[in-house]
């Protein structure tokens, strides 16, 4: 996996808070009532890449809790960062593969809420087969959802996004809350990745589904 470059604040954030609000991938069920000292309604982001929207979404709301999953270090870094800087007690960050983390670390029908912003696209059609959202991956992730938890995942390319709405339409645990692709929900912040997508001229496609 490449890491690209991190600069010294998101490393020196990295060293000093992943133990903090960081939580160690182990292959044994996490209490998430224990890990936030609270029992709330608890939102799964999977990769979160720098963690601005993660670290806005849980400002605004204080009365969620957010467990967000990236593999990217400096991105790791930065929402670390933030969530000191903004003194945050509602976010928990498990730096590893999001697939492993849920087959291993959640229970069933843990999560009130998923979102996941512009997973990476790879676009090169022999790449496509690298896609994190796939039938099996769909399937996972509903069953770790509580009935009425929403997904909510948005793509900037197109062909993802047809991708993403055949699947999820397929999975018979979720239903599209809106025909076909949903109107941009007001909650969700506008992304670093998403800005560079408008920038290149890209659409950008958000799809909602609940859990039946
Ligand atoms: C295109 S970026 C989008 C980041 C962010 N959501 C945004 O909109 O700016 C996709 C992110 O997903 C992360 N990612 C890809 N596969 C992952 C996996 N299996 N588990 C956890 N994170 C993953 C990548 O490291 C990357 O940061």
Known sequence: MRQGRISNAQRRAHVELLSVYG????????????????????????????????AAIAQQHPEN???????????????????AELRLGNVRVIQHDAV???????????????HLFFPDPWPKKRHHKRRL??????????????AGALLHA????????????????????????????????????????????LGLGHRVWDLVFRKA
Not at 27 to 51: H, K, N, Q, V, W
Not at 100 to 114: H, N, R, S, W, Y
Not at 133 to 146: C, G, V
Request: net charge negative.
């Open 23 to 54: 939580v160690p991938f182990s292959p044994a069920p996490l209490d998430l009532d224990r890990l936030f000292g609270r029992s709330a309604p608890t939102i799964l982001e999977i990769g979160f890449g720098m963690g601005e929207t993660t």
């Open 65 to 83: 809790d957010y467990l967000g999953v990236e593999v990217h270090t400096p991105g790791v870094g930065s929402l670390l960062a933030r969530i």
């Open 100 to 114: 492993e983390v849920l087959q291993t670390m959640i229970a069933p029908a843990a999560f009130d809420g998923v």
């Open 133 to 146: 959202i796939q039938a099996p991956f769909a399937a996972l992730l509903a069953s770790k959802m509580k």
């Open 154 to 197: 948005c793509t900037d390319w197109e062909d993802y996004a047809r991708q993403m709405l055949e699947v999820f339409s397929a999975e018979t645990a979720l239903r599209n809350s809106a025909s076909g692709y949903a109107d941009r929900p007001a909650t969700r912040p506008q992304t670093k990745f998403e800005r560079r997508g």
